[in-house]
């Protein structure tokens, strides 16, 4: 289960920065999947909210607000920038290959203008938190 897994890492990333900023309890999380992600946004939802914040008392009441952020690519050659629809993959293999190692991208997609697989991975990559709100004496 890809997602819970990546929801595992959100919560741990998220106690670590509420231990930084002397939060006690945690409100409200903000994070940002990338489409490279493919993640499926429901089960990772689920996973923060029914699983894991159970298991940690600083998050037990907090919300959470998952937003995509759409990937987003630069040609070094021509200079373009495309989206994930201005490509296209031979069979699902490609999509699944990119969704567990985004580096893959390289191989299996050109850039839709001049052809070169020579570009880079703008933004839509990677789970960011963009935000945590709590309380605490600090």
Aim: with cysteine; proline share 2%; charged share 30%.
């Amino acid at each position: 289960m890809h997602e819970l897994a990546l929801a595992d890492a959100v919560m741990k990333a998220a106690l670590r920065a509420a231990e930084d900023a002397g939060m006690d309890r945690v409100e409200r999380l903000v994070v940002k999947v990338g489409e490279l992600q493919q993640i499926e946004k429901d089960l990772f939802e689920f996973s923060l909210t029914s699983v894991l914040s159970s298991q940690d008392q600083r998050l037990a009441d907090a919300s959470f607000q998952v937003t995509e952020e759409r990937v987003r690519f630069g040609c070094n050659a021509c200079g373009r920038e495309y989206g994930r629809n201005d490509i296209s993959l031979d069979d699902s293999d490609q999509g699944e290959a990119i969704h567990f190692i985004p580096e893959l991208s390289h191989a299996f997609a050109r850039c839709p203008d001049c052809g070169s697989p020579d570009f880079e991975i703008l933004a839509g990559r990677g789970i960011t938190l963009e935000r945590i709100e709590g309380t605490g004496d600090g």
